[in-house]
């Protein structure tokens, strides 16, 4: 059994070369590096991005390109421009503005987390089967190939484990979804923490769980759009179910 789950763990995470892989266009990708460099603090309320020609050299593209990102960040109301002074970070676009949520005070607050990532996060597989590109799959790669070695030593990683469904949400290239994962992550963290708890014993619980992200890893490279979104909703409700064995909690008292 030991020798099976071996070899399942050494030979599942080499990719299929993804069919027709759609490529993300330039001005996506620079518009998606701004805004997580936004989000994290590298540019704070009000200071002034780089101008338009160290952008484009920072970022390995035309200017226009730039040009047209940055004008999808005005429209949005993360940056706006000052007449002769260049483009600023709005109060709204920096990290102080990012969503958040009360802490976990609560087992409830457990299953509430799961209950909401159940909305999102399997149509994000959906999305990142539908407009993944190389580099979001080598990322989504990279993530299950931490959790493989740590499965591989009977460890729960959950910096891993969260990276992986970041990198799917990434994938789907809509920030909305990748900036709700980062605005639970503590939530998450907790979850996965008393997750990975359960999972340790004889029973080759970690393997398992290896496999449904691998499931889902799969699907979104070989762009089954609906096999991702069954797998991760899968994944999802069988993590909590584990840690709750089987009986959630009644939320409407």
Known sequence: MAEASDAVLNTAVTPAKPERVKPVKLVDRVFDQLMERIRAGNYPADSRLPGE???????????PVVRDALARLREQGIVYARQGAGTFVSAQGSSSAQLSYSPVKTIADIQRCYEFRLTIEPAAAYFAAKRRDEAAILKIAAALA??????????HRTDADFVFHRAVTEAANNHYYTASLDALKAHIAV?????????????????????????????????????????????????????????????SI
Do not use: C, W
């Open 53 to 63: 020609h160290e952008l484009s050299s920072m970022l390995g593209v035309s200017r």
């Open 146 to 155: 931490e959790l493989r070695e740590a499965t591989s030593h009977q460890l």
């Open 191 to 251: 979850g996965m923490h008393l997750h990975g708890l359960s999972l340790l014993g004889p029973k080759l619980g970690l393997e398992k769980v290896y496999e449904e992200h691998n499931t889902i890893y799969r699907a979104i490279a070989e762009g089954r759009a609906d096999d991702a979104k069954s797998a991760m909703l899968k994944h999802l409700e069988g993590s909590r179910d584990r840690l709750f064995e089987g009986r959630a909690l009644d939320l």
